[in-house]
């Protein structure tokens, strides 16, 4: 092995540099070892372009496929809408009957409760009256009994009167 101070390694710049001898083989070999690591580097390379073209594709894939079902569940959804939509108009035309029947039925009740107290009142008016003119009926019958009475008495004191 020769020094040699003017050659340092690629891979050790700080090491020396020791020259060995070699047959004519070995270099042959690194030379196949190069031509063999660009065959190697293009088929990696031709390999990862493949991978990256067939990543490309399924990104597309997927994202087209996820557009796909983003249309269905959207249209899921306005069917969903659609579907509630309906059953609250549904269910508002429901209140409007029920709100419409419960006010006219409401309405003939208290038409029927207002007749009602109107006859009531008709009838306690009425027996009110009735009781007035039975109570004036009896205060005429006592006052026509009292002056019967009256008129027993003057008669019979006449009477007494005459026979004494």
């Known amino acids: 092995m020769i020094e040699n101070n003017n050659n340092k390694c690629v ?27 660009h065959i190697i580097l293009k088929e990696s390379n031709d390999t990862f372009e493949k991978i990256q073209s067939q990543y490309d ?24 809408e659609k579907q509630l939509s309906t ?11 029920i709100t419409s029947s419960i006010e006219n039925d409401n309405k ?6 207002n007749n009602n107290n109107n006859n009531n009142n ?9 009781n007035n003119n039975n109570n004036n009926n009896n205060n005429n019958n006592n006052n026509n009994n009292n002056n019967n009475n009256n008129n027993n008495n003057n008669n019979n004191n006449n009477i007494e009167s005459a026979n004494e």
């Open 122 to 130: 008709n009838n306690n008016n009425n027996n009110n009256n009735n």
């Open 57 to 80: 594709n399924d990104i597309n894939l997927l994202k087209n496929e996820f557009k796909k079902i983003h249309a269905r569940v959207s249209f899921l959804e306005l069917d969903f």
């Open 11 to 37: 891979l050790h710049p700080n090491n020396k540099l020791k020259l060995l001898c070699f047959d004519y083989n070995f270099y042959q070999e690194l030379i196949e070892r190069i031509q063999n690591d």
């Open 87 to 97: 059953n609250l108009e549904n269910n508002s035309f429901k209140n409007k009957i």
């Open 108 to 113: 003939i009740i208290s038409t029927i409760l």
